[in-house]
């Protein structure tokens, strides 16, 4: 049986591990596709895809990008998208230029709170060219000692609501979908059942999503049910991935055990190619 994994994440956004290291990674775990979905970032793709064909890999190229509809946050992931297409990587730069305006925020409300940590070192580790999230400013006030874990980070200060939260500027649904449609794409909600259900899942549905992501580590027996006949109802594609990072989020056994067969990816081509 062919697996595939669709939703993944490198070192490019909030992973662990190279694109290399996740081929490598993928071959041990028996997988045979794989899509790399960093967040607002496309950097790893070229590189995976190239390797990938030597290690028997196919990547899909991919993408996670954070929509607003209706004051909710809902993470959209994009499969098969041109992610050489000027147009797109301006968007994508766009979305991380205010990542950073807002990480800056954060670490001045941090320091004001009493933590001493600087931006600067934060890119520096990271690299310039990874979209840093809120999981960088975590491993930050751990590694200085402010907090005693990653995950203190965000129960303390900067998780949602906590007082050095800052939200994230996002684009509008539409707009998400419309430009990853414009790419050559399919928009896929991602992990519904940590934002989205019923009224909001037919709000959604109605703005023109072409699939529900039906397999990840959030979802129990009933999601996958719940879902599965919402996307069998209208008509709608389905995906799935273990929405693995590596490192803090210690996620490591999901990496291999949450996937898709083929038959969800011939279903993809055909809505595409058809």
Same mark, same amino acid.
């Given at each position: 049986?062919?697996?595939?994994?669709?939703?993944?994440?490198?070192?490019?956004?909030?992973?662990?591990?190279?694109?290399?290291?996740?081929?490598?990674?993928? @071959?041990?775990?028996?997988?045979?596709?794989? /899509?790399?979905?960093?967040?607002?970032? @496309?950097?790893?793709?070229?590189?995976?895809?190239?390797?990938?064909?030597?290690?028997?890999?196919? @990547?899909?190229?991919? @993408?996670?990008?954070?929509?607003?509809?209706?004051?909710?946050?809902?993470?959209?992931?994009?499969?098969?998208?041109?992610?050489?297409?000027?147009?797109?990587?301006?968007?994508?730069?766009?979305? $991380?230029?205010?990542?950073?305006?807002?990480?800056?925020?954060?670490?001045?409300?941090?320091?004001?709170?009493?933590?001493?940590?600087?931006?600067?070192?934060?890119?520096?580790?990271?690299?310039?060219?990874?979209?840093?999230? $809120?999981?960088?400013?975590?491993?930050?006030?751990?590694?200085?000692?402010?907090?005693?874990?990653?995950?203190?980070?965000?129960?303390?200060?900067?998780?949602?609501?906590?007082?050095?939260?800052?939200?994230?500027?996002?684009?509008?649904?539409?707009?998400?979908?419309?430009?990853? /449609?414009?790419?050559?794409?399919? !928009?896929?909600?991602?992990?519904?059942?940590?934002?989205?259900?019923?009224?909001?899942?037919?709000?959604?549905?109605?703005?023109?999503?072409?699939?529900?992501?039906?397999?990840?580590?959030?979802? !129990?027996?009933?999601?996958?049910?719940?879902?599965?006949?919402?996307?069998?109802?209208?008509?709608?594609?389905?995906?799935?991935?273990?929405?693995?990072?590596?490192?803090?989020?210690?996620?490591?056994?999901?990496?291999?055990?949450?996937?898709?067969?083929?038959?969800?990816?011939?279903?993809?081509?055909?809505?595409?190619?058809?």
């Amino acid at each position: 049986m062919i697996k595939a994994d669709l939703h993944t994440h490198t070192n490019y956004s909030d992973g662990k591990y190279s694109p290399r290291q996740l081929i490598d990674m993928s @071959v041990k775990s028996g997988l045979t596709v794989i /899509s790399i979905t960093d967040h607002d970032n @496309v950097n790893a793709i070229g590189e995976a895809i190239k390797y990938g064909n030597s290690k028997g890999i196919q @990547v899909i190229p991919g @993408v996670e990008i954070s929509a607003d509809h209706n004051d909710q946050e809902i993470h959209i992931l994009g499969y098969f998208i041109d992610y050489k297409n000027k147009k797109f990587l301006d968007f994508l730069s766009s979305l $991380r230029e205010n990542r950073i305006l807002r990480n800056e925020k954060i670490v001045k409300k941090l320091n004001d709170l009493g933590s001493n940590i600087q931006f600067e070192s934060i890119i520096g580790k990271a690299g310039a060219e990874t979209s840093i999230g $809120r999981p960088h400013i975590a491993m930050e006030l751990s590694e200085e000692g402010f907090v005693n874990s990653y995950y203190e980070a965000f129960t303390k200060y900067i998780g949602d609501g906590k007082p050095a939260f800052i939200k994230k500027p996002n684009p509008s649904l539409e707009e998400v979908i419309k430009m990853i /449609s414009e790419v050559g794409g399919l !928009s896929f909600i991602a992990h519904p059942s940590k934002f989205v259900r019923d009224e909001m899942l037919t709000e959604v549905i109605n703005e023109g999503i072409d699939g529900i992501e039906i397999i990840h580590p959030s979802h !129990s027996k009933e999601d996958v049910k719940y879902f599965s006949a919402a996307a069998a109802e209208n008509f709608l594609l389905t995906s799935g991935g273990s929405d693995f990072h590596g490192g803090m989020k210690n996620d490591q056994k999901n990496f291999g055990n949450y996937y898709i067969s083929m038959n969800e990816i011939i279903n993809m081509k055909r809505r595409l190619f058809n």
